[in-house]
């Protein structure tokens, strides 16, 4: 119970970058080595292309479709020459549609008269290379229309000129290279990885109602005629000891590491004594709000 939260607190004071250097590492904005994108309709699954031709009996609707298809893409041909309309209607549903539904969409006019091909490309702002990869899809129909051949196709590569080492320079940036399996990183990391610590050490008080569920210890008390006032309070009293404890040793490392550390950490913030009060006050609070919902959960516990 002490050991985890003890042991996380002081990986976090020691070891986590100022909020300077997560700043200064997230705009530098390096180019990796190999990052590079086919813009092909297949970097979109899954999703819904939008499509519309003006003669159906040709082969080159057939083959538009044929190769969306193949592309892991579900074709919506409608009959009409209304894409945007039926797009922006679309839209207008739900967010994951707006964002993940509708990509690109294509418009086929093929003029008998003259043999020429004339395409539309549409493309969603909301997500990269749409503009590309709606005009690849055009291109690609073309060259295979006036080629008369199925089988070709244009393939545009996205490939970054400038390239950096990913190898790690300081401290602060093995940390944050660790922590980049969040989408999104806090600016403010103490405070993140603080109430996770918070998190871990009260919830590790099921532990204690777990082990009494199963030594039947309960049972036994309240058969000999032991109340249950008794009984609730002295459980309160032990979880709130605990945690008054573990509070406690958490407060003195965190005005430990504010005296002795980096002058830019966000735990200097808390080394003037009304801070370092405020911090422990919070700390004890939070792990006391947390009994209600652990002992309203033990019930359910066999």
Not at 28 to 51: C, E, F, M
Not at 112 to 134: G, P
Not at 216 to 225: F, P
Request: net charge neutral.
């Amino acid at each position: 119970f002490f050991l985890c939260p003890i042991l996380l607190q002081i990986l976090i004071v020691a070891a986590i970058p100022t909020p300077t250097q997560i700043l200064s590492t997230l705009l530098q904005n390096d180019h990796v080595k190999g990052a590079s994108v086919q813009l092909v309709p297949s970097i979109y699954n899954l999703q819904t292309i939008v499509t519309y031709g003006n003669n159906n009996n040709t082969g080159t609707l057939t083959s538009l479709v044929r190769y969306l298809t193949n592309q892991s893409a579900t074709v919506d041909l409608i009959s009409t020459d209304t894409i945007l309309t039926y797009i922006q209607s679309q839209y207008r549903q739900t967010e994951t549609i707006f964002i993940h539904k509708y990509q690109i969409a294509q418009g086929l006019y093929n003029n008998v008269t003259t043999t020429s091909l004339t395409f539309d490309a549409f493309y969603s702002t909301v997500n990269y290379h749409t503009a590309a990869v709606s005009l690849g899809v055009s291109m690609t129909q073309l060259y295979q229309f006036y080629s008369n051949s199925q089988s070709k196709q244009i393939i545009t590569t996205n490939q970054p000129i400038i390239t950096t080492n990913s190898a790690s320079t300081s401290k602060a940036a093995d940390v944050l290279l660790k922590l980049f399996c969040f989408d999104t990183i806090p600016l403010s990391l103490f405070g993140f990885l603080t109430t996770i610590v918070a998190m871990i050490f009260t919830s590790l008080l099921i532990s204690i109602v777990i082990k009494e569920r199963m030594n039947h210890s309960k049972q036994l008390q309240l058969m000999c005629k032991l109340p249950k006032f008794i009984y609730w309070f002295s459980n309160v009293m032990f979880d709130f000891i605990l945690c008054l404890i573990i509070c406690s040793i958490l407060t003195i490392i965190i005005k430990i590491a504010a005296s002795s550390t980096d002058p830019l950490a966000e735990v200097v913030a808390f080394g003037s004594m009304p801070q370092t009060l405020l911090f422990f006050l919070v700390l004890l609070l939070y792990s006391c709000a947390s009994f209600p919902y652990i002992y309203v959960w033990s019930f359910y516990i066999n």
